[in-house]
């Protein structure tokens, strides 16, 4: 018995070395006021394997969940956009109300070349110079907003997560279309963009990240954003951080920026 009552003890006291090992990350009020040198971040973990080893097993649920919140995307310069649309694709379960104005869809692209001139500046991809006789911008982003509008709708309508990331596996594959679609999201930054800054000219209240946006030298205004920076963006250029949140404010959805990594070298 005495030797039993032993090894319970070392047993014990084997447990309390490792609790006291891996800390707990959280602390109470008390705690805090307590302890003010200790780190209360954990170590970097490689996030594969962390998948890998949290999630283990075949059943439904651990397969969806290694499956949504991991994924690379090509990493090219269209790397952002590609990622965005794939989140909103895959997660929307209808189509936002503000997609299904067919002013926005028909308008937008004839609104800001009227208002500015601005869509007589685009270039697509595979073009060296805006208007280089790859036909009218105006309608061809017309275009490319109504294939927004009708993908968004197929997504919406397939019934569960899992078939909607199926369709977009089926989307994604580098051709036209996908692309069409990424130039969407463009013009609907720009129509945004000039938006917020012709608020700003009449002192309404924007979002704060319209005057990061519009404080760069190269950005003061949407002439200047599209023709320094969006009209580059997917052919030699990315999108920077502030220009994210006019994606997200522009697309009214959260960009949860941790869910996907880029493919190294594209």
Same mark, same amino acid.
């Given at each position: +018995?005495?030797?039993?009552?032993?090894?319970?003890?070392?047993?014990?006291?084997? @447990?309390?070395?490792?609790?006291?090992?891996?800390?707990?990350?959280?602390?109470?009020?008390? /705690?805090?006021?307590?302890?003010?040198?200790?780190?209360? =971040?954990?170590?970097?973990?490689?996030?594969?394997?962390?998948?890998? %080893? /949290?999630?283990?097993?075949?059943?439904?649920?651990?397969?969806?969940?290694?499956?949504?919140? !991991?994924?690379?995307?090509?990493?090219?310069?269209?790397?952002?956009?590609?990622? @965005?649309?794939?989140?909103?694709?895959? #997660?929307?379960? #209808?189509?936002?109300?503000?997609?299904?104005?067919?002013?926005?869809?028909?308008?937008?692209?004839?609104?800001? /070349?009227?208002?500015?001139? !601005?869509?007589?500046?685009? %270039?697509?991809?595979? #073009?060296?110079? +805006?208007?280089?006789?790859?036909?009218?911008?105006?309608? %061809?982003?017309?275009?490319?907003?109504?294939? *927004?509008?009708?993908?968004?709708?197929?997504?919406?309508? %397939?019934?569960?997560?899992?078939?909607?990331?199926?369709?977009?596996?089926?989307?994604?594959?580098?051709?036209?279309?996908?692309?069409? &679609?990424?130039?969407? *999201?463009? =013009? *609907?930054?720009?129509?945004?963009?000039?938006? =917020?800054?012709?608020?700003?000219?009449?002192? #309404?209240?924007?979002?704060?990240?319209?005057?990061?946006?519009?404080?760069?030298?190269?950005?003061?205004?949407?002439?200047?954003?599209?023709?320094?920076?969006?009209?580059?963006?997917? !052919?030699?250029?990315?999108? /920077?951080?502030?220009? &994210?949140?006019?994606?997200?404010?522009?697309?009214?959805?959260?960009?949860?920026?941790?869910?996907?990594?880029?493919?190294?070298?594209?």
């Amino acid at each position: +018995p005495e030797e039993e009552n032993e090894d319970e003890v070392k047993k014990q006291d084997k @447990t309390n070395t490792k609790k006291s090992d891996e800390e707990d990350l959280y602390r109470g009020e008390e /705690e805090l006021s307590a302890v003010q040198d200790s780190c209360s =971040l954990s170590p970097a973990v490689d996030i594969l394997s962390y998948s890998e %080893r /949290e999630w283990k097993g075949n059943t439904a649920k651990s397969a969806l969940i290694r499956f949504s919140h !991991l994924r690379r995307v090509r990493g090219d310069n269209y790397c952002a956009l590609r990622a @965005t649309l794939f989140q909103v694709l895959s #997660q929307s379960m #209808q189509v936002p109300q503000w997609l299904q104005d067919d002013t926005v869809l028909t308008q937008l692209p004839k609104q800001l /070349e009227a208002q500015e001139g !601005l869509i007589s500046q685009w %270039r697509f991809p595979g #073009q060296h110079v +805006p208007g280089d006789g790859s036909g009218d911008p105006t309608e %061809r982003l017309k275009g490319y907003m109504e294939l *927004l509008r009708k993908t968004w709708q197929a997504a919406a309508e %397939r019934p569960g997560s899992a078939e909607r990331q199926r369709f977009c596996e089926r989307l994604f594959q580098g051709e036209e279309e996908e692309l069409g &679609m990424l130039e969407a *999201l463009k =013009l *609907l930054m720009l129509g945004r963009a000039a938006e =917020l800054h012709g608020r700003m000219q009449a002192g #309404q209240d924007v979002p704060l990240f319209c005057w990061l946006l519009f404080a760069r030298d190269s950005s003061v205004c949407p002439r200047s954003f599209l023709s320094n920076h969006l009209r580059h963006v997917g !052919l030699s250029a990315g999108l /920077e951080q502030v220009e &994210m949140f006019l994606l997200g404010y522009a697309l009214q959805h959260t960009i949860q920026s941790g869910t996907f990594m880029p493919t190294p070298g594209g």
